[in-house]
């Protein structure tokens, strides 16, 4: 089983719904975070979270919102979707300050 | 704030040579973390090497090796003999002890050819 799980790993959905992305890990890292990947912009950091009381803002927040449900798990959601949050979603953990993140496999998230 | 900066959209290589993709980055922490991804067109990330402000001599694991310059704030990912399965979109990264974000560049997109 990977270390850091997502679902869905494929999900069309409709202009205006509420949607969830799940992401679990089996690491024991306190540190979670999520990013967005679109074509020629790299990784876009969503939100972060140092442990369950502890979630920050990333560089593109709008339109998101993120529960930290226990150390392990950490969800992404998108209260009304809109076509230009179609994307590539990852999920990543890391342990103390200079430790490699380790991803998830991404969610593919088309809102049509 | 923390920026990474990857110049090189596409770079072509030929198989069994070297190459360098380059990174740099800006940063007011003097305690930062510098990292190398791989994504495959099958989407995972793959974590390759990591480099800390404070090493002393640059990081190197099994083909990839990292050229740090620290005063000109690059951290330069060289591939030695290529191979095919090295094409790829390849990621620098960099985390500050300070903020703890993990940031990313735009990426560069290498193309191994026979």
């Known amino acids: 089983d990977a270390d850091v799980t997502q679902t869905p790993r494929n999900r069309i959905t409709k202009t205006g719904k509420r949607i969830m992305l799940e992401c679990s890990q089996t690491k024991g890292h306190d540190r979670m975070y999520w990013y967005r990947q679109d074509p020629g912009l790299g990784l876009q950091l969503i939100y972060y979270s140092f442990d369950v009381k502890d979630i920050n803002k990333g560089e593109i927040s709008d339109g998101y919102s993120v529960s930290r449900q226990a150390q392990a798990k950490f969800s992404l959601s998108l209260e009304s979707a809109i076509p230009n949050q179609t994307a590539l979603y990852f999920c990543a953990t890391s342990a103390g300050p200079f430790g490699e993140a380790f991803f998830g496999q991404g969610t593919r998230l088309t809102v049509v | 704030a923390q920026k990474i900066t990857q110049t090189q959209p596409g770079m072509f290589v030929q198989e069994k040579e070297a190459v360098t993709l380059d990174c740099t980055y800006d940063t007011s922490d003097q305690s930062y973390g510098l990292f190398w991804y791989k994504q495959p067109s099958s989407g995972e990330m793959i974590f390759l090497i990591y480099q800390g402000s404070y090493d002393e001599q640059n990081a190197t694991e099994g083909r990839y090796s990292l050229n740090f310059q620290k005063a000109r704030k690059s951290a330069n990912l060289v591939i030695s003999a290529s191979q095919l399965g090295d094409s790829a979109m390849y990621f620098c990264?960099?985390?500050?002890?300070?903020?703890?974000?993990?940031?990313f560049g735009t990426g560069t997109r290498l193309l191994v050819s026979p």
């Open positions: 990264a960099m985390r500050e002890l300070g903020f703890q974000k993990l940031v």
